[in-house]
């Protein structure tokens, strides 16, 4: 069974400020972990993946995330927050080494607001 | 940029009546879903379709719901009695190898 925690459902920063947002899993199987951006009225767009190459990953928009497998986490972080990120983010696992179970498990999400 | 495409993007229907929710995954991709977002909530997945057959199914997904790909580029998610709970916006999505891709939704509301 696979599950994601994402901690913090609104995240306020100031425009500027470095965003970090917190994602934890939870997996029987090495993990495929993604994070997906939703504006408002939108679909989900991905940010970034992991899929078991290297642990620090750099996405859209100047995202980046870090795999750390002893704390099961992979929390996005981004250096300068812009009011352009101000939007829900979503962390989800899959696993990808079974056929039978590709699908996605989100986290419930984080609003990001930005500050002017 | 390939991507994939939902129709239509808002479907109001009354409660009892059959909807059917279109979709054209990326042409390349081998893996289909269905994923739904009441308002408010998380994404929570349906159901996913590979191979001309449904590989996996969550427990929302039960005898009301099915899926088909009835020709090359069409995959359909059909409601067969809506219920006002069925309320959400609803994703299609398709993967190659790793990542999947979705469409921007199709806001369905039962009334």
């Known amino acids: 069974a696979q599950s994601v925690t994402q901690l913090g459902s609104h995240v306020s920063v100031s425009e500027g400020a470095l965003v970090l947002l917190r994602c934890n899993y939870s997996s029987s199987v090495p993990p495929y972990l993604f994070w997906y951006v939703q504006y408002p009225n939108q679909g989900l767009q991905l940010l970034l993946k992991y899929t078991s190459a290297a642990t620090l990953v750099k996405g859209i928009n100047g995202f980046e995330a870090e795999f750390k497998k002893s704390e099961t986490s992979f929390h996005l972080t981004k250096p300068s927050a812009h009011m352009s990120d101000a939007a829900e983010y979503f962390c989800?696992?899959?696993?990808?080494?079974?056929?039978?179970?590709?699908?996605?498990?989100f986290g419930s999400g984080t609003r990001l607001q930005v500050q002017p | 940029e390939p991507e994939v495409t939902q129709t239509p993007s808002h479907q109001v229907t009354q409660m009892g009546q059959e909807v059917i929710l279109r979709c054209v995954p990326i042409s390349n991709h081998l893996y289909f879903y269905w994923y739904r977002q009441i308002l408010g909530q998380k994404v929570e997945f349906l159901v996913s379709?590979?191979?001309?057959?449904?590989?996996?199914k969550s427990e929302i997904f039960d005898d009301q719901f099915s899926v088909e790909r009835p020709d090359g580029s069409n995959f359909t998610l059909k409601i067969r009695s809506t219920k006002l709970e069925d309320s959400a916006m609803y994703f299609c999505?398709?993967?190659?190898?790793?990542?999947?891709?979705f469409g921007q939704g199709t806001r369905l509301t039962v009334v």
């Open positions: 379709f590979y191979n001309n057959e449904i590989s996996e």
């Open positions: 999505a398709s993967s190659g190898q790793f990542e999947a891709f």
């Open positions: 989800a696992v899959s696993s990808l080494m079974d056929t039978g179970r590709r699908a996605l498990t």
